[in-house]
């Protein structure tokens, strides 16, 4: 029955505003008080879940879902999902399920080498790939590790935590400043360069050896830095090589924050947007956003394990064992923020075997030519302005320059519940931006989105909107 | 074909050892050296984790699993699980999928209500609950808050993250000492303070005051309290009214980490192990480990979610919306670690709904029923040693008094396949733990359980080992 209801759902998903249309607090009234003290059939929650549940989703398996980053589901995702849910084994230590952390280091270094990360990443080459929840959990892990390893070196009583600082530019994901407070690096000490239009929004390396030295003549620590492929205002690159190269100069730990745009790196023709990784100490990337795994499943590789194991370990008696003691095997609690942890390599094996590596090319690259298509039809639009140069599969455009036009034109974009599309604003330029990457999207659906877009620029009362 | 595999996985389980007797390695060589390129048949992969990934699998739904603590599958929580896969929305902020952030807010208030928590945890009463995936997020979101409000309060630049100081027992789950390690307290300013045989293992509340007058003498300052309701080791629990009392006094934040044993309150007869827990800040417990719903699934509750969102609040353009904007809406990225999350409630709300109230209570009473029918068999048994009284399902016990021999006892019970238990050590007091949980357990499994530790020590040169 859950299996019908989940085709009947993509089989009519086509049929649902993109965009719920709910408004808040739309579902305590629909609900009982409190939970049911006799057993209730499966029929009446499915009853449920289509009359209460689905009409305040916002569809992001919808094809015409375009906002944010995508975030993919696909058969052998959610099938793997599924064998995890069955087998519900947790994998914190290796005894606890052989299979769930080994299956885990293999399918890392398979992907790793896909996206042809340099070996010292791969366990084959002494580093190795860890799958975490989410990008937050990468950074938190990373940015400990780091931490520790800096305190360790220069003393944590003389020096402390508070002289501690971090780079990112004003492009890089909110996770990233969100992780370092939590790590307990001082606000002001989350060294944000500005990026700007000239530079396509990428950091830009010269500006980061002049924060950096200027926090040194400050007597403070340059500990770490947060490179970004792919941002999520404008899909941004960070140039690797350059910015790799000032962080060794000055012992600083380089993350790279690929977490929509490196799937496309298992293209060779994509591949080069990460040249230069080969300088950086961490890298990861969401299976779960463009690459058909669903949520969550963020992979992350690391040159340096040790680095993670030395902050993140516990050996509590309760957990001892004779494999652990004897040393031969991966433990992956040690390896993240996080004790508990689910069997998630089993979908992305699965989604990799059933697709095929080929496929996986094409699906990406499918999605790249539909995001030109749209920026191709922007563009022979005299009103529209596509903002940057399109990456990936992102087109930020704009309609004239007036922010709050544009605003407008999004607000009623999505009012029409036939698209849903976000926004970024970036060196103070409202932007909207398309994200194609629904596993469902086809050209005609984004030929589709700019049809809306048009008809809500045609309908709108520009002139009395900036009059105002 | 994947629902048949899981049926047919159930229906065999017993004829799998539990813990699974695989070496370390054993998996690479059966694999692939790369990903495929081209697609391959469900069947393929469906025939590989049959031959290669079950014979590594420890199996945590097989009905003789009495290792570390139960971690509950059910038919509800998988298909749950399975939806949530299917439907694969993000919902970090209400309008990403209202239904996602009002069924999470409804159903923890449902919960809530079962385990009868003060109001003041519930919505209705202005605090409220939040789904995480592990109690390791639960504990890093509430450290956080704490101390963002306590440097709030102290001033963040004179006294500084090094003199802040949490507190625990030495049965605390090493979780706590890992999260306080992550967020920045000194490892020095862990207080760790010991409990004894004398008080079950309990943390003692003038122990407590001893450390915290002796931290306030040397200037340092409290910050956290980690109080345990059912610890790992031996399911003990920590009086939270006296605690709480003292943590009061001294402005200390307190946590009831009731990971395990928190589910047993929705029956009425055990709810009085939290009492107290009024007096405290808040509460999680983990409805993956003893409430049917698969990993992961950590319900935290807490009295003021405002010292979560002051911590965890991150607001950056491209996810500004009217609703959130307007205030009148939970964007529950802002009261956890992680941005992105899964739609989780809905496996929560489907095993309360699809069991119902009294029939969950039933199954956690037949637990402890099992529970006590093994307490009373070793009982019987002149050879061994009920080291603390039975709490909940688990069981403690030993043969004799020599370590040793206890550990090569567990090594001959787990070697034997047919169950599987781990150790604590407590006191100095080296024990095997039962902890009954298995949504399939019978009493004919702890019975058989009984007769695999009576026939391997039957089995064991007692003295030879206590020689050696």
């Known amino acids: 029955m859950?299996?019908?209801?989940?085709?009947?759902?993509?089989?009519?998903?086509?049929?649902?505003?993109?965009?719920?249309?709910?408004?808040?607090?739309?579902?305590?009234?629909?609900?009982?008080?409190?939970?049911?003290?006799?057993?209730?059939?499966?029929?009446?929650?499915?009853?449920?879940?289509?009359?209460?549940?689905?009409?305040?989703?916002?569809?992001?398996?919808?094809?015409?879902?375009?906002?944010?980053?995508?975030?993919?589901?696909?058969?052998?995702?959610?099938l793997g999902e599924l064998l995890t849910a069955g087998l519900n084994v947790v994998g914190f230590s290796w005894v606890a399920s052989p299979a769930?952390?080994?299956?885990?280091a293999i399918v890392m270094d398979w992907l790793g080498e896909l996206l042809n990360l340099p070996k010292p990443f791969l366990f084959s080459g002494n580093g190795g790939g860890v799958i975490m929840g989410t990008t937050c959990e990468a950074l938190l892990a990373t940015l400990v590790a780091a931490r520790d390893r800096k305190l360790a070196e220069i003393?944590?009583?003389?020096?402390?935590?508070?002289?501690?600082?971090?780079?990112?530019?004003?492009?890089?994901?909110?996770a990233f400043a969100k992780a370092a407070k939590i790590?307990?690096?001082?606000?002001?000490?989350?060294r944000v360069v500005p990026a700007s239009k000239t530079t396509s929004f990428g950091l830009c390396p010269d500006e980061l050896v002049r924060a950096v030295r200027s926090d040194r003549d400050r007597g403070l620590v340059p500990l770490f830095l947060c490179a970004t492929v792919g941002t999520t205002p404008t899909a941004a690159v960070?140039?690797?090589?350059?910015?790799?190269?000032?962080?060794?100069?000055?012992?600083?730990?380089?993350?790279?924050?690929?977490a929509y745009a490196g799937a496309a790196c298992?293209?060779?023709?994509?591949?080069?947007?990460?040249d230069g990784v080969e300088g950086a100490?961490?890298?990861?990337?969401?299976?779960?956003?463009?690459?058909?795994?669903?949520?969550?499943?963020?992979?992350?590789?690391?040159?340096?394990?040790?680095?993670?194991?030395?902050?993140?370990?516990?050996?509590?008696?309760?957990?001892?064992?004779?494999?652990?003691?004897?040393?031969?095997?991966?433990?992956?609690?040690?390896?993240?923020?996080t004790l508990s942890r689910r069997f998630r390599c089993l979908k992305l094996w699965m989604v990799l075997r059933s697709n095929g590596v080929a496929n996986l090319r094409n699906f990406l690259r499918s999605h790249v030519r539909m995001a030109e298509a749209f920026e191709k039809l922007v563009a022979e639009d005299a009103r529209f302005e596509i903002?940057?140069?399109?990456?990936?599969?992102?087109?930020?455009?704009?309609?004239?320059?007036?922010n709050l036009v544009n605003k407008k034109l999004l607000e009623s974009i999505n009012g029409s519940g036939r698209v849903f599309m976000t926004h970024a604003v970036a060196g103070g330029i409202y932007m909207l931006r398309l994200a194609v990457g629904a596993t469902l999207t086809e050209a005609r659906h984004v030929a589709e989105a700019w049809k809306v877009v048009r008809e809500q620029a045609d309908a709108m009362d520009v002139e009395g909107i900036v009059g105002c």
Chains 1, 2 share one sequence.
Request: aromatic share 10%.
């Open 2 to 78: 859950v299996i019908d209801f989940i085709a009947d759902y993509y089989n009519n998903i086509e049929h649902y505003p993109v965009l719920s249309q709910v408004k808040p607090g739309y579902l305590r009234h629909l609900l009982p008080r409190s939970a049911p003290l006799a057993a209730e059939p499966i029929e009446e929650i499915i009853k449920d879940i289509e009359t209460h549940i689905i009409p305040g989703i916002t569809h992001w398996q919808h094809p015409a879902h375009f906002a944010y980053f995508p975030c993919t589901a696909s058969t052998a995702g959610i």
């Open 281 to 337: 100490d961490s890298f990861s990337l969401n299976a779960h956003k463009w690459f058909l795994t669903t949520l969550d499943c963020c992979c992350l590789w690391v040159k340096d394990p040790s680095a993670l194991r030395k902050s993140l370990s516990t050996n509590p008696e309760y957990l001892r064992n004779q494999a652990s003691d004897e040393g031969g095997v991966i433990d992956y609690k040690d390896w993240q923020v």
């Open 100 to 104: 769930a952390t080994e299956l885990e």
């Open 266 to 274: 298992v293209c060779p023709e994509f591949r080069h947007v990460i």
């Open 183 to 190: 790590v307990g690096i001082k606000q002001g000490n989350v």
């Open 155 to 174: 003393g944590e009583g003389e020096i402390g935590i508070g002289k501690l600082v971090v780079y990112c530019s004003d492009q890089t994901h909110c």
């Open 387 to 402: 903002v940057v140069p399109r990456r990936f599969s992102m087109v930020c455009f704009r309609m004239g320059v007036a």
């Open 238 to 258: 960070d140039p690797l090589l350059p910015l790799c190269r000032v962080a060794r100069e000055h012992d600083i730990w380089v993350h790279v924050d690929a």
